[in-house]
């Protein structure tokens, strides 16, 4: 018979203290790992089971995550096609006229400088920040000048109107401009 030296044995309560967890903690944990011995009901550990529990409880090392890049998105089905519909602009078409009317000016104008144009027009232009005011004429008449707002919409639409001409189709009415009078 061989003699082997026992370790001191620690009832659940050292055990826990000793570990720093409750003691329904440490008993769950070494009964799922089979660290612990029983004895009708009290749970008693050698120095063993505390290393083997204190090993269950260690976190693994964890490597570094790897730096992540952003794919470039893939275009939309619809971003394809969409040259086949209108210009997506707050603007309708005989609106669109006036801004690139007022566009070519260099100086503030009033409704009655610009084809089509009519007080109404220029308040829903002024109300979605496309013209801004300036000031008044002698007549009273207000002033507009094209806005960046403005500008961003005429761009939007040569852009569309660029995919329409590159897909073998015209720009249509949003295209009047282009077309020569004579």
């Known amino acids: 018979m061989s003699e082997e030296k026992l370790d001191q044995i620690y009832t659940a309560d050292e055990a826990a203290a000793r570990l720093r967890l409750t003691n329904r903690a440490l008993i769950k944990i070494a009964k799922k790992h089979g660290c612990c011995s029983r004895f009708g009901r009290d749970y008693l550990f050698s120095e063993a089971d505390l290393f083997a529990i204190w090993e269950v409880l260690r976190e693994p090392e964890r490597e570094p995550r790897p730096r992540t890049t952003k794919a470039p998105s893939a275009p939309s089905p619809f971003e394809a096609v969409?040259?086949?519909?209108?210009?997506s602009v707050p603007v309708d078409i005989r609106e669109m006229e006036v801004l690139r009317?007022?566009?070519?000016?260099?100086?503030?104008c009033t409704h009655k400088a610009i084809p089509r144009a009519g007080p109404r027009t220029v308040e829903r232009l002024v109300g979605?920040?496309?013209?801004?005011?300036v000031g008044r004429d002698d007549e009273d008449e207000t002033l507009f000048v094209i806005a960046d707002e403005g500008r961003k919409i005429i761009a939007k639409?040569?852009?569309?109107i660029q995919k329409c001409v590159a897909n073998g189709k015209t720009g249509g009415r949003w295209a009047r401009h282009l077309v020569k009078r004579p």
């Not at 969409?82 to 210009?87: I, L, N």
């Not at 009317?101 to 260099?106: C, E, G, L, P, Q």
């Open 128 to 133: 979605m920040e496309a013209l801004r005011e």
């Open 82 to 87: 969409a040259w086949m519909f209108g210009p």
């Open 101 to 108: 009317a007022v566009a070519k000016r260099r100086s503030p």
């Open 157 to 160: 639409v040569d852009t569309w």
